[in-house]
């Protein structure tokens, strides 16, 4: 279904692909026999989104990821040893020599930066494994992640790499000579051959890159290739040292950090973004695949794709920010509670976030949060909509409880794993639910607890005189309708009806308590109210005869008084006053329900 | 009362002022003599936010602001003589050399970059103005601009600058040798002196930065400064360029792009998230600010702010996604089209988005759009809650209604200003509204159209009998309510009763329209609904005797049919049975109404 119809993006590639294919300048590497065989024809492309959608355009032949393969290897040395003992042996600043210079840095005695031939051999060297066989697994199995598929080397390449690679040798022992390599250097520039002779499409760049863009999880398989902390790091050295001697205007006119190869590949992220691979041997006086920088260059300025341009901000992650006296919990509650929430309910506040969240959305939150002026005592923060919390919003959103703590306010969070391992508010005095139904119901009853309107069920059997629905109704009224209603006696977890069931009557409670609940789209029954002794259901149906919209349990033995229809009909008949007065009186409620309801929207339309 | 309150932000920056304010590494700057009597104990801290939030700690001295006048002035000279004029002098790669180094670029004769010296005053040459007195103001204006208020020159310090400055002259004329500057060198000195001397403090900075991170536009005064176009290539050059021989090390441990200077200042910028200024006078062998440096690292750190980790990602900007057969125009509507809305409203579909919009969020609606298996006919985009929308995005939504046009899908577009000129959408087939109600109203009026329902009034009188709510009545029941209304002629515009006014009754709309409105808390009113001829209102007012939820006004000559409460009471007191049927007519509608709220209500919840 997906990837048959083609949208915008399918059009954009392939406008880009036909604009650049034109250009035939440049040159096929040939310091490598086996690359001087490329067709110089070849061109592909590819982009991956952040939520694995990958688009292509062109060929999407294979070809050896040479070069390319420096900063996912690096990323895994990062992983595998830690910032520390890399940048002991590898720098981080770029350099105006040639990528293949057999030097070091003066200053400070190591490489470089990993980019260039020296920096990338010593990278590869620190890849975690016991023997060169295990270092080899530990490349291949990690630049395969990258990739999302399995990668294998083109033996072909390797043996012409080997056979010709003598400056590489030499750099190889230059390295050692400076104490960055310790170990066999033939077997060690063979794993670096190996490395570079790892066959890859355009489609596998840009998910490669992707996986960077998206802090070193897989966009397509899912997998945490690397930590988090490693990405800016390796996205760092591509910016400042991924183009040869080209880095400084790359970043000027595209924008993006990336890195080239010999073979013609280009791999290319936008933090956050997405991630763009492209493939065409041809290459430029400095090494860079020429059309490759052309469709780079091309895509940046139609999708104005700049990592120094401001792009998607959320400013603000506030999906809707409501009182308990507009919107209340699902819990049911009786005429008096009722009337102490309505007038009192201002002092629970809800704020609901969503997306992602850093440091300016959340910046924001705190402001909106301590600035207002409506007294509160219980903050309710639903955090169900967020996907991320990052390191400035965790620090600014506990920093936020404390405060609120430190006023004397209830905090309560809603998150959907109560985990405190991965909560992303970790003060311990918050209170946690799953769910912001439940978190105001928490919030209602402390306050009514606190006004004295101890929530407890009414002791024995509320009779059809005591009920709400009927409060204002003459006795002689009750009487013929109490005259017309039968008991029926629930057992814990009945159900009393399904939704979609027929409608057969209107149910008051006189002892126990019913749960009222629908699916919902995606999946879990949803509560929509619990209803105690005193209260009714089934007022719906019994004015419009339409099928039941919930379904209703019980939650303990329940005793109900029913009206049914035909009951209903009788008192019509019978006695049309009372019919009148119950039907007024189920309007009322109605109308009762539909000002709340009305709220509800409201809090969403005008957040 | 913002700002009175502290929260976690203050919080922060007081520790990390408190951390770094012990450090008394380095020496003040002595070679311009004027500097050499800074306190080296002065130390001040300034984060501004995108939406115009400055927060400080510690000290606000003003100071000159040296060398990070260079990026804003690289700014005003892009945005007086273009791109192309400006890389004819001044290249953008990083230089190995001193940052008062005598020297070009070799390959192509420019001035390196322009945050060394000689880029700096070839840049300073190239603002606007015919004269140098021109220019100085439209320096000095410019930098007020960033800054937010007005700055002014230190004359001193000038004088110290010139008195001393013969290595810059030195550089000036070496550029003049070399073609890059044409007019008086000493005038052009002294100007570039001048800009060097004016004075700012820590929370000047902040703001500065913060306007290059929020595309050109000063997020205190909301002035656009310079042109979004040119702020990325700032940004680059200070990202590559701004640190002296620190900016590799500083873009992997700080990760933001930066300008120091020898007073002591840095400005450091986040794209799309903050400015951070810093003042200390204390320098280290390179020339930065050492708690500069050290506080600028602490905060990046602490809040995980580096350049190249993806930050908040709006992956889904959509707030909602809803069919006309769930949610319906305000647009009062008989039963009869209703039920076809019912039946077929599923045609009609709406999607609306909110916050920035960019490559990630567009991309990923462009997919749910096209996706999308249910049959469309006509497809509703809601911008209203959009605060940007990118080139990216811009082309995205292009070609997805270009798409859906082509597919035979009639699209509308809701901005609130639907302004040809800014408008997000440039498709001219694609219909605009400012508010989605309208657009439903518009689609739905098009598909009762379409299977023949033709959307018009009722001609002549709609009598009681032909009234929606009494529909299902039997004759003598109307003719029971009939005898007890009254009949009321409106003027167009003539407001019926106002929102809170007492209920006096339940109208029936014989003939003409009213419309019912409600205020919002965000100011304009907004129509809740338009009643027809044959349509009624005041159902809720006369079940439960509260005040009028809404205003109600004529939109055209209009006569009703009004039940009063007097007569309502009389109707139970005389005809109790027709009185039931109609109290249960109301209850039937208001039963209705519910289930369509409670429907829009999980149009929210389940999107």
């Not at 355009?57 to 032949?61: H, I, S, T, W, Y």
């Not at 860079?288 to 052309?294: H, I, M, P, W």
């Not at 341009?309 to 400013?315: A, F, H």
């Not at 409201?602 to 005008?606: C, I, L, M, R, S």
């Given at each position: 279904?997906?990837?048959?119809r083609r949208g915008?993006?399918?059009?954009?590639?392939?406008?880009?692909?036909?604009?650049?294919?034109?250009?035939?300048?440049?040159?096929v590497?040939?310091y490598?026999p086996?690359?001087a065989?490329a067709d110089p024809a070849t061109?592909?492309?590819?982009l991956?989104?952040l939520?694995?959608?990958?688009?292509t355009?062109?060929?999407?032949?294979p070809?050896?990821?040479?070069?390319?393969?420096?900063?996912?290897v690096?990323?895994?040395?990062l992983?595998?040893r830690?910032?520390?003992?890399?940048l002991?042996?590898?720098?981080?600043?770029?350099?105006?020599?040639?990528?293949n210079?057999?030097?070091i840095?003066e200053?400070?005695g190591r490489?470089?930066?990993?980019?260039?031939n020296a920096?990338?051999i010593v990278?590869?060297?620190?890849?975690?494994?016991a023997?060169?066989?295990?270092?080899?697994?530990?490349v291949?199995?990690?630049?395969?992640a990258?990739?999302?598929?399995e990668?294998t080397?083109d033996?072909?390449v390797?043996?012409?790499e080997?056979?010709?690679?003598d400056?590489?040798?030499a750099i190889a022992?230059f390295m050692r000579s400076?104490g960055?390599?310790d170990?066999?250097?033939?077997?060690?520039?063979d794993?670096?051959?190996?490395q570079?002779?790892v066959?890859?499409?355009?489609?596998d760049l840009?998910?490669?890159?992707?996986?960077?863009?998206?802090?070193g999880?897989?966009p397509?398989?899912?997998?945490?290739?690397?930590?988090?902390?490693?990405v800016?790091s390796v996205?760092?050295?591509?910016?400042?040292?991924g183009?040869?001697d080209?880095?400084?205007?790359?970043l000027?006119?595209?924008?993006?950090?990336?890195k080239s190869?010999v073979?013609?590949?280009v791999?290319?992220?936008l933090p956050g973004?997405?991630?763009l691979g492209?493939?065409?041997?041809?290459?430029?006086?400095?090494g860079?695949?020429?059309?490759?920088?052309?469709?780079a260059e091309?895509i940046?300025?139609?999708?104005?794709?700049h990592?120094l341009?401001?792009?998607?901000?959320?400013?603000s992650?506030?999906r809707?920010?409501?009182?308990?006296?507009?919107?209340?919990?699902?819990?049911?509650?009786t005429r008096?509670?009722?009337?102490?929430?309505?007038?009192?309910?201002?002092?629970?506040a809800v704020v609901?976030l969503?997306?992602?969240q850093?440091?300016?959305?959340?910046?924001l939150l705190?402001?909106?949060?301590l600035?207002?002026?409506?007294?509160?005592?219980?903050?309710?923060i639903?955090l169900?909509r967020?996907?991320?919390?990052?390191?400035?919003?965790?620090?600014?959103?506990?920093?936020?409880?404390?405060r609120?703590?430190d006023?004397?306010v209830a905090v309560?969070?809603?998150?959907?794993?109560a985990?405190?391992?991965?909560?992303?508010?970790?003060h311990l005095d918050a209170?946690?639910?799953?769910?912001p139904?439940?978190a105001?119901e928490w919030?209602?009853?402390?306050?009514l607890?606190?006004?004295g309107?101890?929530?407890?069920?009414?002791?024995?059997?509320v009779?059809?005189?005591?009920?709400?629905?009927?409060h204002?109704l003459?006795?002689?009224v009750?009487?013929e309708?109490e005259?017309r209603?039968t008991?029926q006696?629930?057992?814990?977890?009945?159900?009393?009806?399904?939704?979609?069931?027929?409608a057969?009557?209107?149910?008051?409670?006189?002892?126990?308590?019913?749960?009222?609940?629908?699916r919902t789209?995606?999946?879990?029954?949803?509560?929509?109210?619990?209803?105690?002794?005193?209260s009714?259901f089934g007022?719906?149906?019994?004015?419009?005869?339409l099928?039941?919209?919930?379904?209703?349990s019980?939650?303990?033995?329940?005793?109900?008084f029913v009206?049914?229809p035909?009951a209903?009909?009788?008192?019509?008949?019978?006695a049309p006053?009372?019919?009148a007065e119950?039907?007024r009186?189920?309007a009322?409620?109605?109308?009762?329900?539909?000002?709340?309801?009305t709220?509800?929207v409201?809090?969403?339309?005008?957040t």
């Open positions: 279904m997906a990837g048959v915008p993006i399918d059009g954009l590639l392939e406008e880009v692909r036909a604009s650049v294919a034109g250009i035939d300048e440049g040159a590497a040939t490598i086996e690359l065989k061109f592909g492309l590819g991956a989104t939520d694995g959608q990958v688009y355009a062109g060929d999407l032949v070809f050896t990821i040479q070069s390319v393969s420096k900063p996912f690096y990323a895994l040395a992983a595998d830690g910032h520390e003992e890399v002991a042996k590898i720098g981080t600043e770029p350099t105006g020599d040639p990528f210079s057999i030097s840095e200053s400070t490489a470089s930066n990993p980019m260039v920096g990338a990278t590869t060297s620190l890849v975690r494994g023997t060169r066989a295990e270092q080899l697994d530990r291949l199995s990690g630049l395969s990258f990739a999302g598929r990668l080397v033996g072909e390797f043996a012409s080997r056979d010709t690679g400056r590489n040798r022992w400076a960055l390599l170990d066999d250097v033939d077997a060690q520039v794993l670096y051959f190996r570079c002779a066959v890859v499409t355009a489609r840009a998910v490669m890159a992707a996986t960077l863009a998206n802090g999880v897989n397509v398989t899912g997998e945490q290739v690397v930590p988090r902390e490693v800016a996205l760092t050295v591509m910016t400042t040292c183009m040869y080209y880095a400084g205007e790359w000027y006119r595209v924008g993006l950090p990336a190869g073979s013609g590949g791999a290319a992220a973004q997405l991630g492209v493939h065409s041997p041809l290459l430029d006086a400095r860079n695949s020429v059309r490759g920088v052309a469709a091309r940046s300025r139609t999708l104005g794709l990592l341009l401001p792009s998607e901000r959320t400013r992650g506030i809707r920010s409501y009182r308990d006296d507009v919107v209340r919990s699902r819990r049911g509650r008096v509670q009722t009337d102490v929430l309505d007038a009192e309910g201002s002092a629970i609901e969503t997306g992602d850093g440091f300016a959305s959340t910046e705190v402001r909106l949060v600035d207002d002026d409506t007294p509160t005592r219980w903050r309710i639903d169900r967020v996907t991320r919390v990052d390191t400035a919003s965790a620090a600014l959103l506990d920093g936020l409880v404390r609120l703590l006023d004397g309560a969070v809603v998150e959907p794993r985990d405190t391992a991965r909560t992303a508010v970790k209170r946690r639910f799953t769910d139904d439940t105001l919030a209602e009853t402390e306050l607890a606190s006004l309107h101890v929530d407890e069920l009414p002791e024995g059997l009779p059809l005189s005591g009920q709400d629905l009927l204002d003459a006795p002689e009750v009487a309708i005259a209603t008991t006696v629930f057992h814990a977890g009945t159900v009393l009806f399904e939704e979609g069931a027929v057969d009557g209107l149910y008051f409670v006189g002892a126990g308590q019913v749960s009222a609940d629908i789209r995606s999946g879990p029954r949803r509560r929509l109210s619990t209803i105690a002794a005193g009714s007022e719906l149906a019994i004015v419009d005869g099928p039941r919209s919930t379904r209703i019980a939650l303990e033995p329940t005793i109900c009206l049914s035909e209903y009909a009788d008192l019509h008949a019978t006053a009372a019919c119950l039907t009186a189920i009322r409620s109605l109308s009762q329900r539909l000002r709340y309801s709220a509800d409201a809090a969403f339309e005008e």
